[in-house]
């Protein structure tokens, strides 16, 4: 409560000063005492600053107690992130809202001439721009939203300053008001209320028409381009969550795979520590191969299927139902591996292949396309870490290679799935009509970068080098960071793959990359956001495959689950 309490002292003692400012008979004086008011509430505002600087810390963890989200105010518990990430840009809007509470106290004391008049106006005033100000608010981040090119990044601080320079103008139209608006009394007053609450609110009417104009002209043009709205479903419809989902017989306190249990069964090579109890152990392979539970990945699979049959619907459920089976895929695999099945692992995990093939393809929806890397990604260090060696295995290495090499980068176009958000905005709620602007202007930017979008597909699918900026902000360049993800998720893979093939054919693994041209590559693969080598290291009988850029994306053939 320290800090709500120092920024109200702050906010009447800008009122106060307002008030004994306000009351000079002559021009000359009382532009003498708007200055020394100005300077008066100015040096409030530093004494706030000295008490905010002293205890930044706890005021970082004051804030994120509030809005534990904020997590770039953790970088505030240190003296100098708060000068950048927090300090300076907090001091700046305080002062500009005490300024602002100065000058309407002011205006309102001259323009009523006496001081209860002026205290109640001040009052209006304040109760006023309480309501106004998330409308000018909403109003003005949609016309930056309209002026700036298309983001997923937020606009919201950048409004919040454009938000006080219009208050801070309407002010200032009030302080010339003030002194050149005539005899003061009541009609003066309610002049300087309507000039502040009309011109406040005058922001949000016509920013909604201009988004309005905007996003007619866009939906035209997707409209003339063919494109059909598809839409994202948070919660799947009884008739497709009850299907594919009876109770399965086994213990969850016993059964724990590999991978989507938690808990690890072999950490890195022979010295890696198990974290499964005995009889968890004894249990898992005992019941792991049993009918029910080799029913119950046919059924996941026929439950996905189910849920991508119309890829014009994306059901959040589907996303984290594939994220499920390919843990439990790779478990199984690593199971059979533990229980001396070699024969059975790569058919398990070549039932991944579907989802990169079928299930998840062609969607229309970054996210999908998302966790379809991902789940190829896994498939492939799971064939590399699991896969047996024995040149019996060659041709089923060779026929995984040949898929990853068929595989290609895709970009999906959300420019349906904004053009559904634009023709479905319903708002319901007082917050959420005061955003109806903000929204049109956001939706309508969406969905003319994602046509924009279309006609780049070509160059960013093709591209096989990318710049380092696509990884400096994942949401401003996304297409590129998923163009880029893609391209790098099919070199590391083919890379990988071409590798245990050799392993398999030859015995070991070879000791550059090079020797895998022609055979097996049509060319020594590269880091694409680099241009640079992959990091190869192998012993001839393990290898680890890095791109120079990221240890996130490292394939180790060193058996872990």
Known sequence: MLYPIAAAVLAAFAVIVGMLTGNAESKRKLFKKLLLGVGIVLIGCGV???????????????????????????????????????FWPLIAGVTGMAEGLFLIAFNCRRSGGRRWMGLAGTLVAVVALNFTALWLFQGVTALIALFRDFSYEANFGVAFFASLLVLGGLCLIGVLYAFFGGKAGWRGLMTQLLVLIAGSLAVWPVALAAASLYAMKVRDDARSRGIEPVRIVQKTPPELAAAGNPDYDYSPELFSLPVAGGLAWLGDGADGRSTVSPEQREYTLKKFDSPELVRRGADDEAQLRRLSADNRILYFDML????????????????????GQPEKILPELWRLTALDREILADSPFVIVELVRIACRSTWVDYVVKLGPDGAEYAPEYRRALEFMKSRRVYLPSEAGHYLWLLNNYSPVNYGEYAALPLAKAS????????LELGDRTAELTSRELFDKDVTASYKKYISERMAFMGRRSLVMGTTALALKCHRAEYGVYPDTLAVLVPEYLDKVPVNPLTGGALNYRTDGASFTLTPPDSDIAVISSVPKY
């Open 48 to 86: 706030f600053g000295v008490f905010l600087w002293a205890n930044i810390g706890h005021f970082a963890r004051y804030l994120l107690s509030l809005r534990p989200d904020l997590a770039v105010l953790a970088q505030a518990m240190n003296q100098s992130a708060a000068i950048t990430g927090l």
């Open 320 to 339: 984290k139902l594939a994220r499920e089976y390919t843990h439990r895929c790779a478990g199984r695999a690593a199971l059979y591996r533990e229980s």
């Open 443 to 450: 939706y309508a930017g969406g969905l003319a970068a994602a």
